[in-house]
């Protein structure tokens, strides 16, 4: 096979990357896919080097980094268990077309897989849709269940700021037919809890509906035709400010100046209760059906929320528009408010309800009604991860309660048969893989992974049928019988 | 686009699927893989059909077998932990230059994922490559770490059997520059621990060696380039008989007779420590320097087995072989010996020592010695899922304490109010999402899901400040004070 010259590359290549990707990709980015071609075609010489790194947009966790994801699921695990969920589990991979046509715009950002006979798959995208797909395979009905997995966005990444290609989502959702806003009114209370529980500081939880939002889109004038793709523009409203956010409807989108200025009004809006109540009286909105039961169902919802105690965080914003194609009823957010130590770290929540979903699965067409809300866990990680740096305790990255070691030489036999008395009465120890350890270094390990207490073994202790129980923390030793040694340790790490 | 006509396309399918694939594929995967294709082409009428499934080779969990799985890993991990693990995560994708020429053989069973622009990446294999990847990325030289994760093999799925596509493996290695078969010894005592414990019924642990398979081979004639080839046949004789694998070598592999009658001979040995003497005494085998040096780490291998007390189910077995490339020393492999209700499900775990690995992913070469376990837990699942299934114990899927019901109607705000303040004192509570549901339906969720106690309200409890506290099991009812019931409801399920 002969290689293309990497110099006549560039001159055709260029053109192509910046036509698909225009609007995102920014010099440095441009000049980071080049490398990266270039790498691939093997450099300047010609000579292939092997890149030692992760793929694109994806990590690595450490030990560490582990322990505090640890912390982080066990919150929103028990949030779910709390509520009585039930968990399943999917495949990282779907059929391809079990994907297609749930996504709208973002759908270009779907890793497929290669075509190596057989089936044509992709990578998750997010739980949802599997768990969409789940329901109507298995004729499910009703449930409550949570799922927490990876999915797969072939985004821009910004690692920084927790942004990934690769990246848990931790969701829970109610499906089946109860009656209005209550399921609804629960995902919201779950947001709450655990937001509040993982002490990240003040946030919002935002809270609109698509019946409101399409009604909204109608009274101002938008062909039916435009909804879906002037509200990925709406969409964006968090990050680029209304003068934009108008200028693309206005000059990308075709939209007229007229309606783009009507739906700045209605998007600006913010309240509770009381600004539901004021639409429904809105001589515009209350011309669409759509919008008034959109708007009756949030009064409804803000009722339930105050019962379950959560309306000091929950805003009805017309402004939340949500990406996705398949929400049908309310949909929300929420947004950190706390300005972090770096820049913002934006939505760590979100979710809606999607009624048609499990219906286009249904060979018959049978719909499922269901509402969910997905804990965006990276960018919480990244805060909990500053937290720990900024913190002086350290983080233990293991659970042992005790070091077997030796102050002597030649009791490697007797180190192991110790430990294997200690592994067998459940006590979690560990031993030096070395014959002749310094009893220095053995000690030192205790110190570095924070493991509580040493059983040191010498040829007197041997000879007595004790082993010297030393607490690292403050050097006390004392002799323990043998026979007393597994209580004694269990006594003195139950505490901790 | 064209599309080619169906019934020509057998025509010509066929013979390459057959020549692919001649070894191991029945009729009847034949006709599924035809029809695979007839279904991706459109089937007879050219019609497209949606497909609901899951991707061949990979199912979905449901809450009965996910509280399998999780009674399942706690089991490992605690062990793992018990051994003083660390944990680590990486991508569920590579580079895919990073599995290049790792597997041998079975290379061709990795997933790559489609060329979307960007790097070429593939699915993991198995963990121990990305660990080693890990090691030499982040210049870690020593670690003992754990490793639970999915990993994906393009293989003939069998899933009767529990073997898949998509399934879990739950790694531990021990990386670092230690004295002889300590670690090694270790990662056999957990095995031993994990299997007794899961109480699978009997199983033996395989033991042997690269250097004395390598030494065999040369001692019996065989050519070096021959070497890998050759073990890969050896390793099919827990699938084949001897003759069959013998025919293999002489037919396929172009050994010869002789040779490979003289490594029939070895590989019908198994023993303990006693056969590692023999063989050292071997006129033949005692000729080779590397298996001279495999058989006397055997011998102290199972003198650490003999202090860890797990010798009596660890045999060495010298036709265990292993496909994978990157082991260099110790190998082993669990099997469960009892015939299960079914077909046997075969190995269940395996590892070996692979201290050249880490080195092939350092720039400067640099090596880190490894050696690990994985168990392969999905063999694991299909056995405890077989024993549930006939057990009579009922598998609860939620941890639900209590669910607070109303006996009359029009008390769905009192209930709501009453959850809410269960939720937020961390009671585990369930509320109906009807305006007025049923007493009998609330309590018939009770029955069916376990949860063992139901906090009912009506008229007369709300006057009187008390809720009516209902045991499901023995339908005893007693009033108990608003003020008291969380902690009642705490008394009353802390034993369960």
């Given at each position: 096979?002969?290689?293309?010259?990497?110099?006549?590359?560039i001159?055709?290549?260029l053109?192509?990357?910046?036509?698909?990707?225009?609007?995102t990709?920014?010099?440095?980015?441009?000049?980071?896919?080049?490398l990266?071609l270039?790498?691939?075609?093997?450099?300047?010489?010609?000579?292939?080097?092997?890149?030692?790194?992760?793929?694109?947009?994806?990590?690595?966790?450490?030990?560490?980094?582990?322990?505090?994801?640890?912390?982080?699921?066990?919150?929103?695990?028990?949030?779910f268990?709390?509520?009585?969920?039930?968990?399943?589990d999917?495949?990282?991979?779907e059929?391809?077309?079990t994907?297609t046509?749930?996504?709208?715009?973002?759908?270009?950002?779907?890793?497929?897989?290669?075509?190596?006979g057989?089936?044509?798959?992709?990578l998750?995208?997010?739980?949802?849709?599997?768990?969409?797909?789940?329901?109507?395979?298995n004729?499910?009905?009703?449930?409550?269940?949570?799922?927490?997995?990876?999915?797969?966005?072939?985004?821009?990444?910004a690692m920084?700021?927790?942004?990934?290609?690769?990246?848990?989502?931790?969701?829970?959702?109610?499906?089946?037919?109860?009656?209005?806003?209550i399921?609804?009114?629960?995902?919201?209370?779950?947001?709450?809890?655990?937001?509040?529980?993982?002490?990240?500081?003040?946030?919002?939880i935002?809270?609109?509906?698509?019946r409101?939002?399409?009604?909204?889109?109608?009274?101002?004038?938008?062909?039916?035709?435009?909804?879906?793709?002037i509200?990925?523009?709406?969409?964006k409203?968090?990050?680029?400010p209304?003068?934009?956010?108008?200028?693309?409807?206005?000059n990308?989108?075709?939209l007229?100046?007229?309606?783009?200025?009507?739906?700045?009004?209605?998007?600006?809006?913010?309240?509770?209760?009381?600004?539901?109540?004021?639409?429904?009286?809105?001589?515009?909105?209350?011309?669409?059906?759509?919008?008034?039961?959109?708007?009756?169902?949030?009064?409804?919802?803000?009722?339930?929320?105050?019962?379950?105690?959560?309306?000091?965080?929950?805003?009805?914003?017309?402004?939340l528009?949500?990406?996705?194609?398949?929400?049908?009823?309310?949909?929300?957010?929420?947004?950190?408010?706390?300005?972090?130590?770096?820049?913002?770290?934006?939505?760590?929540?979100?979710?809606?309800?999607?009624?048609?979903?499990?219906?286009?699965?249904?060979?018959?067409?049978?719909?499922?009604?269901?509402?969910?809300?997905?804990?965006?866990?990276?960018?919480?990680?990244?805060?909990?991860?500053?937290?720990?740096?900024?913190?002086?305790e350290?983080?233990?990255?293991?659970?042992?309660?005790?070091?077997?070691?030796?102050?002597?030489?030649?009791?490697?036999?007797e180190?192991?048969?110790?430990?294997?008395?200690?592994?067998?009465?459940?006590?979690?120890?560990?031993?030096?893989?070395?014959?002749?350890?310094?009893?220095?270094?053995?000690?030192?390990?205790?110190?570095?992974?924070?493991i509580?207490?040493?059983?040191?073994?010498?040829?007197?202790?041997?000879?007595?049928?004790?082993?010297?129980?030393?607490?690292?923390?403050?050097?006390?030793?004392?002799?323990?019988a043998?026979?007393?040694?597994t209580?004694?340790?269990?006594?003195?790490?139950?505490?901790?």
């Amino acid at each position: 096979q002969t290689k293309p010259k990497f110099d006549n590359l560039i001159l055709f290549s260029l053109p192509i990357f910046l036509g698909k990707c225009q609007k995102t990709l920014t010099i440095d980015e441009e000049v980071a896919k080049l490398l990266e071609l270039k790498a691939r075609l093997g450099g300047d010489d010609g000579k292939h080097q092997f890149v030692l790194k992760t793929a694109k947009g994806t990590r690595d966790y450490n030990p560490k980094q582990m322990a505090i994801r640890e912390k982080v699921f066990n919150t929103i695990i028990s949030c779910f268990k709390r509520h009585g969920a039930e968990t399943i589990d999917t495949p990282v991979f779907e059929l391809k077309e079990t994907l297609t046509g749930k996504y709208g715009e973002d759908s270009k950002l779907i890793y497929d897989l290669k075509d190596q006979g057989g089936e044509l798959l992709s990578l998750r995208y997010d739980l949802t849709v599997p768990f969409a797909r789940y329901l109507a395979m298995n004729k499910i009905t009703n449930i409550k269940r949570y799922h927490i997995a990876k999915v797969y966005r072939r985004d821009n990444p910004a690692m920084t700021r927790g942004r990934y290609r690769e990246f848990y989502q931790c969701d829970f959702d109610i499906a089946g037919q109860y009656d209005a806003m209550i399921p609804d009114a629960e995902c919201l209370k779950i947001v709450h809890e655990i937001l509040s529980e993982l002490d990240l500081g003040d946030f919002r939880i935002k809270v609109n509906d698509r019946r409101i939002l399409d009604g909204m889109f109608a009274v101002c004038g938008v062909p039916d035709d435009k909804f879906r793709t002037i509200c990925s523009t709406v969409d964006k409203l968090d990050k680029m400010p209304w003068e934009d956010v108008k200028k693309e409807m206005v000059n990308e989108k075709g939209l007229s100046e007229e309606a783009a200025d009507q739906i700045g009004e209605y998007v600006s809006m913010q309240g509770g209760m009381d600004l539901a109540e004021r639409l429904l009286q809105d001589h515009k909105m209350s011309q669409s059906k759509q919008a008034c039961a959109g708007l009756s169902d949030i009064k409804l919802l803000f009722s339930f929320l105050q019962l379950f105690q959560v309306t000091d965080k929950v805003v009805f914003d017309l402004s939340l528009a949500r990406g996705l194609d398949y929400y049908t009823g309310i949909i929300y957010e929420a947004v950190l408010t706390q300005a972090g130590e770096s820049v913002s770290v934006g939505s760590v929540a979100g979710g809606g309800r999607y009624d048609g979903l499990v219906g286009m699965f249904d060979p018959k067409g049978r719909k499922v009604p269901c509402v969910g809300v997905s804990i965006g866990i990276e960018r919480i990680f990244s805060i909990m991860e500053q937290k720990a740096e900024a913190s002086a305790e350290k983080v233990r990255t293991t659970e042992v309660q005790v070091m077997v070691a030796s102050a002597q030489k030649n009791l490697l036999e007797e180190r192991l048969r110790l430990v294997t008395e200690l592994w067998n009465a459940g006590i979690k120890a560990e031993v030096m893989y070395k014959k002749n350890p310094k009893l220095l270094s053995q000690l030192q390990h205790c110190e570095e992974s924070g493991i509580p207490l040493v059983a040191i073994l010498g040829e007197q202790e041997l000879k007595d049928g004790v082993v010297k129980l030393r607490v690292v923390a403050t050097r006390e030793e004392i002799d323990i019988a043998r026979t007393d040694l597994t209580s004694e340790i269990r006594r003195r790490t139950s505490e901790a």
